[in-house]
């Protein structure tokens, strides 16, 4: 079983990599923070490797954080809940984000994840509520403030960016420059170089 790979970075896009070590391109399925924290194309990679196989296929699936591809490993022990949609879930929600709201019991914040309904929800909380005891979550981080963030936030979701994506990539640009939180324009370009 592959559990690690370390290689060039070949291809990248939303939900895939392709990592290519000793000659070969390893086609990976990643989430949307790994997405976004990933290297530039050329550079070295280095994921960990969580492999499924199944009756028609191996399927690789990658994180660039161990803690996100140990809340991955337990949330397909889940029934209904498949390694695509664990991926999605990881995708709508950051890893302290999905164990607050198991651990919390917090239904809304778990369907407003595409794929995951009122039931499914239920059953996740129900399941792994007790199960995430070792996953360390630090007190929510507070929100980043200023006129125009709000505004960048609805713009970035309405292009089809995911909403944890777009609230990093905003946290980032005002990082950078803290007047973007007040100038639509500035913070909505910012946004958009870190999150491409």
Known sequence: MIAHLRGKLIFKQPGQAIVEAGGVGY??????????????????ASLHI???????????????????????????????????????????????RTV?????????????????GKKLAERLVVELKDKLDDFAVAPAPQAVQGPAVDDVLSALVNLGY??????KAIEQAIAKDKALAADFDGLFRGALKVIR
């Open 50 to 96: 969580h492999t499924q196989v199944s009756d028609d296929q191996i399927a690789l699936f990658g994180f660039l954080d161990r803690e996100e591809k140990r809340l991955f490993e337990r949330l397909i022990t889940v029934g209904g809940v498949g390694p695509k949609l664990a991926i999605k879930i990881l995708s709508g929600l950051s890893v302290e």
């Open 100 to 116: 607050q709201a198991i651990r919390g019991q917090d239904h809304a914040q778990l369907t407003h994840i595409p794929g995951v």
């Open 162 to 167: 995911q909403r944890a994506a777009s609230e």
């Open 27 to 44: 086609d990976v399925v990643i989430s949307v923070p790994t997405f976004t924290a990933l290297p530039s194309l050329g550079a070295e």
